[in-house]
Nanobody
């Protein structure tokens, strides 16, 4: 069992930046692919960015060039640096873990462990 804890959400002005963190207290994330997903009110949850255990990354088209996913295995933490936040970005952001190697899976159903989410709000 892996418990994931997200942090770093908050209120930011349009064009601003936030860095989200996904930690796993008591667990080692090094062999897990980690995905960031988000869900806005009234919308389905969607994938944002993914990082494989070997560091390979994938991004949704909507965030390419603005968001950067990274991992620090020494700290068992994965980060999502979000720059130039836009009005379409507010949502609850979740991180999820999948015990796998190879390219990071992007399908939500493949992820076994989920955090509780952190809220990102963007003001215009």
């Amino acid at each position: 069992q892996v418990r994931l804890v997200e942090s770093g959400g908050g209120l930011v002005q349009s064009g601003g930046s936030l860095r989200l963190s996904c930690a796993a207290p008591g667990s080692t994330l090094a062999r897990y692919a980690i995905g960031w997903f988000r869900q806005a009110p009234g919308k389905e949850r969607e994938g944002v960015s993914w990082i494989a255990s070997d560091g390979r990354t994938e991004y949704a088209d909507s965030v390419k060039g603005r968001f950067t996913i990274s991992r620090d295995n020494a700290k068992d933490t994965v980060y999502l640096q979000m720059n130039n936040l836009q009005p379409e970005d507010p949502a609850v952001y979740y991180c999820a873990a999948d015990f796998s190697q190879g390219p990071p899976p992007t399908q939500e159903y493949l992820y076994d462990y989920w955090g509780q989410g952190t809220l990102v709000t963007v003001s215009s």
